[in-house]
């Protein structure tokens, strides 16, 4: 069961890293006046550092069968979900007073299927997370 928690973050790892080479290159980083992103910079490299920390300990676990790292990924991969939802409410379409309708911002090219993609995998993956954690405890 490790390897598959290992496998489904791989998968989610690789479609985010999809979305952020997106992002990046209709200029996600060069966004940085406010009101001009819906994705502040702190929350997208939050997301991204979090979850390669959790994946690190994840693969600890794996490979060492170090269960205080184990723990610590299933705190972790918790915290990544919640920015990662974070994300998903931002970037969602909206006709506030702070939607952007009459620019693009970068994270208006992220495709669909990538974004219900990545989303669901990261949900398997919090979901199998959490169940091999407690599941041993």
């Given at each position: 069961m490790r390897l598959i928690v290992l496998c489904a973050w791989l998968v989610t790892a690789t479609l985010g890293g999809y979305?952020?080479?997106?992002?990046?290159r209709h200029g996600g980083l060069r966004q940085r006046t406010p009101g001009v992103t819906?994705?502040?910079?702190?929350?997208?490299?939050?997301?991204?550092a979090l979850a390669v920390c959790g994946l690190a300990a994840w693969c600890a676990y794996v490979l060492g069968g170090v269960r205080s790292s184990a723990w610590a990924a299933c705190a972790v991969v918790l915290i990544v979900a919640a920015f990662g939802f974070m994300m998903l409410l931002r970037w969602l379409p909206s006709s506030g007073r702070h939607s952007h309708a009459g620019g693009a911002t970068a994270e208006r090219h992220f495709p669909l299927a990538a974004v219900v993609a990545h989303g669901a995998s990261a949900g398997a993956t919090v979901l199998?997370?959490?169940?091999?954690?407690?599941?041993?405890?």
């Open positions: 979305l952020a080479t997106v992002w990046i819906r994705l502040p910079l702190w929350l997208v490299l939050g997301h991204v199998l997370v959490v169940l091999v954690v407690v599941g041993r405890a």
